[in-house]
Nanobody, 115 residues
């Protein structure tokens, strides 16, 4: 059974930084994609950034130039460094693993950007 566990959320001031991590365990086979989504109350979960098992990162406009996504296959860890945070980045952030036609989500971690 595949599991995804996030960590690293918290409170940051505007212009500050946070680093999110996601550890994946279980049986993963072949090509996969790891991604960060975020969700605010009343809205759908939205993609922030993703990276594939061949190392191709993708960033949405909201993340470009501020967030950096990376993965460590040996440690089965996905990391997202978030810099120059804005109040609009406040949300619950979720890690997702897509593999073999299945999507597995973590429980989410709260990020709050406020002065």
């Amino acid at each position: 059974q595949v599991q995804v566990v996030e960590s690293g959320g918290g409170l940051a001031q505007p212009g500050g930084s946070l680093r999110l991590s996601c550890v994946v365990s279980g049986d993963i086979r072949g090509f996969y994609t790891l991604a960060w989504f975020r969700q605010v109350p009343g809205d759908e979960r939205r993609l922030v950034a993703s990276i594939t098992s061949i190392g191709a990162p993708y960033y949405t406009e909201s993340a470009k130039g501020r967030f950096t996504i990376s993965s460590d296959d040996a440690k089965r860890t996905l990391t997202m460094q978030m810099n120059n945070l804005e109040p609009e980045d406040t949300a619950v952030y979720y890690c997702q693993l897509a593999n073999n036609g299945r999507a597995t989500w973590g429980q989410g971690t709260q990020v709050t950007v406020s002065s």
